[in-house]
């Protein structure tokens, strides 16, 4: 069974940056596609970040476009979410999750069959 363990969250100031790693026990990595959600308090889970089994493909939210980037390295079982450039709206619970293979339709949660526990990140002066 796979597990998911995110990690790497905490305070951060407004413009600072944070790695969020998700690491995999259980089974590889490799033949998972990654996608990292957020839950902010009083709102709905929103999808963050999207990248393919291979890595080639990724996808961003339109609020962090330009500044987080998604990676994994296959070998270490290991997906990462560099955020930068971090804001407070930034400030929520994040989550990894995996799917067998891929999706189309990478923002939709329900397309997701594990999930970590989530790491809390708080962005504030």
């Known amino acids: 069974q796979l597990q998911l363990v995110e990690s790497g969250g905490g305070l951060v100031q407004p413009g600072g940056s944070l790695r969020l790693s998700c690491a995999a026990s259980g089974h590889t990595l490799e033949h998972y596609a990654i996608g990292w959600f957020r839950r902010a308090p009083g709102k709905e889970r929103e999808a963050v970040s999207f990248i393919s089994s291979s890595g080639v493909s990724t996808n961003y939210g339109d609020p962090v476009k330009g500044r987080f980037t998604i990676s994994r390295d296959n070998a270490k079982n290991t997906v990462y979410l560099q955020m930068s450039s971090l804001k407070p709206e930034d400030t929520a619970v994040y989550f990894c999750?995996?799917?067998?293979?891929?999706?189309?339709?990478?923002?939709?949660?329900?397309?997701?069959?594990?999930w970590g526990q989530g790491t809390q990140v708080t962005v504030s002066s």
């Open positions: 999750a995996a799917v067998w293979g891929g999706t189309t339709m990478w923002f939709n949660s329900d397309e997701y069959d594990h």
